[in-house]
Every structure is written in C-alpha cells, then in structure tokens.
C-alpha cells in the first residue's frame, strides 16, 4: 500500500520543540496534515473527532503515557486499526517488548533523523511479505 500523504498524522508529545521537530520531518517527507497534542488524553480526544492515518507518540508523558495511550487506542473498536508509531529515548528491551505486546505498529529510538522516520513510517504502511 503506498503511503498517502494527505492523511491526517498526529504528533503526540510533551515536549514542544520535539512536536515541531517532528512536524518539520513530516512535511519535509510530503504530510500535508500535521495535528500535535501535548499529552495522551487530549490525543485520545483529537483520535475520537478526526481519523487519523497515523499516531506518533512519545513514551514519556504526564499524566496519561504514550504506552497508556496505545493501550487505550487499541482497546477502542473505532481505533483500534490506526497505525501508530512510538517514540522515546528509552532503550530498554523491556519497553519495546510491552510496546509489542500493546500492538505497536513500529518503534523509534531517540534521536532520529527524515531517514529513520520514513523508513519507519514506509515499514508500517508496507509491511514486509512474509516469503510462502
């Protein structure tokens, strides 16, 4: 499936300028609808308004965390499809297990450049084919 780029991306992050940075990346990349949230409740009330085409969340929020976040997203009937991508500086094992275990659609380590965003991105719309 090709990526459409005039789906809705949303960017939930508690830290500004990493929204901004992520924004930045994501037109650079051809998204034209870029929305950002500053914690995962409020992300959770933008999903229920507006379909998005792809979540990228960061881990380490207050009061609801992105890992909360998913969780709550696919526990959602109506949400439970929307690929979602989860950010952090955190590199232990345990948390990209959990993460995997949530039904994270892919797994970015802080930091990260276009090159690492896109190609985590095309992974998710264009998972690879698994050989017969």
Do not use: C, H
Not at 61 to 78: F, I, K, N
């Amino acid at each position: 499936m090709a990526i459409d780029f005039s789906t809705p991306v949303l960017v939930v992050d508690d830290y500004g300028t990493m929204v901004r940075i992520i924004r930045n990346l994501l037109k650079q990349l051809g998204f034209t609808t870029v929305d950002d949230a500053n914690d995962g409740a409020t992300a959770l009330d933008k999903m229920r308004q507006r379909k998005y085409g792809l979540v990228i969340s960061d881990w380490n929020m207050e009061p609801m965390t992105g890992y909360e976040l998913l969780q709550q997203v696919r526990a959602d009937p109506d949400l439970k499809q929307t690929p979602f991508i989860m950010v952090t500086a955190e590199t232990k094992s345990d948390n990209v297990i959990a993460a995997k275990k949530a039904g994270v659609s892919n797994y970015i380590v802080k930091p990260f450049n276009a090159e690492t965003l896109k190609s985590k991105i095309e992974a998710v719309f264009n998972p690879p084919v698994p050989a017969a």
